[in-house]
Antibody, heavy 119, light 109 residues
């Protein structure tokens, strides 16, 4: 069974750093792109970027380029989303999602990680 | 960047009624359009891909149509569990880049 399990909720202060994770299982982790999606409180879905764990090829949405870092450790089948200096506006739910092979639709999703940034 | 515009923002209907949701792209996306359903407190779920193909396990009351810039998600007879937010998404082949519409909230009338 394909599963993406994300790390737990985080509460941080502005200016702090953070790295959240998404662990894949039940499939060949290195053979599928993994994407990250932001959902701000009460708002819609925003596509942030993707990584191919097989070779760490990473692509960002222009809106998120330079704001976050996406990485992966294929030895432990885990993708990451990282901030070096959080802002209050980073408060959101973050989802990871697998891109289906062949057509890149998001077929499996993690349960989401809620990030709250508040002083 | 391609922009997807969904309408209406909110749709109020009763169980048993037919729902028609629209998604318009700012430029042609061919048939590269999907629909997702999101219920409160849950991750999105893939319903329809490539404009008209139902994903695995999706009931036949859900159907998608369209190509180019205009797409429709139809729910033929609403069940109580169908009241949710629906998003359309387009994709590019290479580099892989997907964008979402702003969503349509389907609420019980």
């Amino acid at each position: 069974e394909v599963q993406l399990v994300q790390s737990g909720a985080e509460v941080k202060k502005p200016g702090e750093s953070l790295k959240i994770s998404c662990k894949g299982s039940g499939y060949s982790f290195t053979s599928y792109w993994i994407g990250w999606v932001r959902q701000m409180p009460g708002k819609g879905l925003e596509w942030m970027g993707i990584i191919y764990p097989g070779d760490s090829d990473t692509r960002y949405s222009p809106s998120f380029q330079g704001q976050v870092t996406i990485s992966a450790d294929k030895s432990i089948s885990t993708a990451y989303l990282q901030w070096s200096s959080l802002k209050a506006s980073d408060t959101a739910m973050y989802y990871c999602a697998r891109l289906r092979g062949g057509d890149n639709w998001n077929d499996y999703w993690g349960q989401g990680t809620l990030v709250t940034v508040s002083s | 960047e391609i922009v997807l515009t969904q309408s209406p923002a909110t749709l109020s209907l009763s169980p048993g009624e037919r729902a028609t949701l629209s998604c318009r792209a700012s430029q042609s996306v061919s048939s590269y359009l999907a629909w997702y359903q999101q219920k409160p407190g849950q991750a999105p779920r893939l319903l329809i891909y490539d404009a008209s193909n139902r994903a695995t396990g999706i009931p036949a009351r859900f159907s998608g149509s369209g190509s180019g810039t205009d797409f429709t998600l139809t729910i033929s007879s609403l069940e109580p569990e169908d009241f949710a937010v629906y998003y359309c998404q387009q994709r590019s082949n290479w580099p892989p880049r997907n964008t979402f519409g702003q969503g349509t909230k389907l609420e019980i009338k």
